[in-house]
Nanobody, 130 residues
Framework: VQLQASGGGLAQAGDSLRLSCTAS????????MAWFRQGPGKEREFVAS????????YYLDAVKGRFTISMDDAKSTVYLRMNSLKPEDTAVYYC????????????????????????WGQGTQVTVSS
């Protein structure tokens, strides 16, 4: 599975950006997909997740109400719509994926852990100025 993230760039506070992550080699049916970010001098943190069924949508508290994760299975693409951007959103954003065992039920915390995810894209830089 190869993941290609795009859509990052420079923005001003209050602006919007949409990140895209295109996957090659699979459809989303039995995968969990997520976005993580790593700001300057910070550890990588979970931002948002979605499963192949379109469910299991979770967000970092700091982005709730501003960011929206979605997917287009036909295009094998996951999106992260980021509205009302803040300088603290400045980070490298990574797209990531992990295989789901559809016979299992996963606790919400599973979707937010870095260790859950096996496949990682190269990251796209988002810089928000005040």
């Amino acid at each position: 599975v190869q993941l290609q993230a795009s859509g990052g760039g420079l923005a001003q506070a209050g602006d919007s950006l949409r990140l895209s992550c295109t996957a090659s080699g699979h459809t989303f049916n039995n995968y969990a997909m997520a976005w993580f970010r790593q700001g300057p001098g910070k550890e990588r943190e979970f931002v948002a997740s979605i499963s192949g069924t379109g469910g299991n949508i979770y967000y970092l508290d700091a982005v709730k109400g501003r960011f929206t994760i979605s997917m287009d299975d036909a295009k094998s693409t996951v999106y992260l719509r980021m509205n009302s951007l803040k300088p603290e959103d400045t980070a490298v954003y990574y797209c990531t994926a992990s295989v789901l065992d559809l016979s299992k039920r996963y606790h919400s915390s599973w979707y937010t852990r870095t260790s859950t995810y096996v496949y990682w894209g190269q990251g796209t830089q988002v810089t928000v100025s005040s």
